[in-house]
């Protein structure tokens, strides 16, 4: 079945816990990205990726690192966790459409629900 | 700076009427346009497309209207069901093609 999978689904804890969220596509799909969802505000982009070793800055990526080693894997990193990081996060993928662009149809994970005390 | 808004966070409406959601965009650039679902507890789901030459495409139920005069996307849902009920996303690619831009979302209920 193909789907992009997400761990932990929920977590608590602390400030300045190191923790790293986890996703993983089987679709082989070259673009990858990271949204947090916040009420009243949609889904913001924090990083993506075009391709292994390629990652980007999204609209918010203060107080996150990732890194795209292997094509299906795409982890999202909080070295010091804050209270404002609190927030509902989504992995995506999706395939590069014509001249590398992102097709912008994009296939999400369930969820990661984390909060940061 | 870019962004996608919605006219109206919460929609209600009686089981087989049909729905609409509206959306606004502000890049006039964008050129590819799309429309999410997300049921609760779950990821935005892709419902339907459409690209900035064409100003109507239709899918099963469903049709999104494009009116890029004044920058207005609308969703529209036939025969609402109450598996229809869900927040409701449209989103837009940006200039480049790197990034894709979401609105804040309508929530829809159906009534019984």
């Known amino acids: 079945e193909a789907q992009v999978t997400q761990n932990p689904r929920y977590l608590i804890t602390v400030t300045g816990k190191k923790l790293t969220v986890t996703c993983s596509q089987n679709m082989n799909h070259e673009y990858m990205s990271w949204y947090r969802q916040d009420p009243g505000l949609g889904l913001r982009q924090i990083y993506y990726s075009m391709n292994v070793e390629v990652t980007d800055k999204g609209d918010v990526p203060e107080g996150y690192k990732v890194s795209r080693k292997e094509k299906r894997n795409f982890p999202l990193i909080l070295e010091s966790p804050s209270p404002n990081q609190t927030s509902l996060y989504f992995c995506?993928?999706?395939?590069?459409?014509?001249?590398?662009?992102?097709?912008?149809?994009?296939?999400f994970g369930e969820g990661s629900r984390l909060t940061v005390l | 700076g870019e962004s996608v808004g919605l006219h109206l966070p919460t929609l209600s409406v009686q089981e087989g009427d049909n729905s609409i959601i509206n959306c606004a965009y502000s890049?006039?650039?964008?050129?590819?346009f799309i429309w999410y679902k997300q049921e609760s507890g779950k990821g935005p789901q892709f419902i339907i497309d459409i690209r900035s030459n064409m100003d109507k495409r239709q899918g099963q139920r469903v049709t999104v209207l494009l009116n890029k005069t004044v920058k207005h996307l609308s969703l529209q849902i036939a025969a609402t069901q109450p598996g229809d009920s869900a927040v409701y996303f449209c989103?837009?690619?940006?200039?480049?093609?790197?990034?894709?831009?979401f609105g804040a979302g309508t929530r829809l209920f159906v009534k019984a």
């Open positions: 890049n006039s650039a964008s050129d590819y």
């Open positions: 989103a837009e690619a940006a200039t480049g093609g790197f990034k894709t831009i």
């Open positions: 995506a993928s999706s395939f590069l459409g014509l001249a590398g662009r992102n097709t912008g149809e994009l296939f």
